[in-house]
């Protein structure tokens, strides 16, 4: 709330000497001329005077979001998801089903590298499955990583992710 009234106040005050204004704690704004006050929110408003004002607030952008399918049957691991140098990947959503009952589990890198467990182990009975989402990510890779879905034995499991490059 009080980066909404710094916003506010940095607003209305862009020049300080069209108008004085003040913002009391519990919101209340005090003017004193409300054709004062559309001279001054005009005058903020030019194109100077508004990136002024929006430079000094954070903006977060998100990565762009992609999809892939999930295919995987192999006991052991499964590359979902190829490692992107100098990125991680992060999952936001995912569907995955089994054929038959499996242990599945979320893994950052494949055999050969440092293997590190991103999910417990999951068990899908037969024809059940996991479809969580999370808007602020469910796990993510180590830096360079591939994202890998492990499964304890032989067993068709297919589905979809939702993932970024982060």
């Not at 003017?31 to 929006?54: F, H, K, M, R, Y």
């Not at 006991?75 to 990947?89: E, L, Y």
Request: aromatic content about 6%; proline content about 2%.
């Amino acid at each position: 709330m009080a980066e909404f009234w710094d916003f506010v106040t940095g607003l209305l005050n862009h020049d300080k000497n069209a108008l004085q204004v003040e913002v009391s704690n519990a919101g209340d704004i005090g003017v004193p001329d409300e054709s004062e006050l559309a001279t001054a929110i005009g005058a903020a408003l030019t194109a100077a005077g508004l990136q002024t004002i929006l430079s000094g607030l954070a903006v977060s952008t998100l990565p762009p979001i992609k999809y892939v399918k999930i295919s995987a049957s192999a006991s052991g691991d499964n590359i979902v998801v190829a490692a992107v140098t100098g990125k991680k990947i992060r999952a936001y959503a995912y569907t995955a089903v089994g054929a038959a009952a499996v242990g599945a589990k979320w893994c950052s890198d494949v055999v050969g590298g440092t293997q590190v467990d991103i999910s417990g182990v999951m068990a899908f009975d037969a024809n059940g499955g996991a479809a969580p989402a999370f808007d602020g990510g469910l796990f993510e890779t180590g830096v360079g990583k591939a994202l890998v879905l492990n499964l304890a034995s032989a067993v068709a499991v297919g589905g979809h992710i939702a993932y970024a490059e982060i």
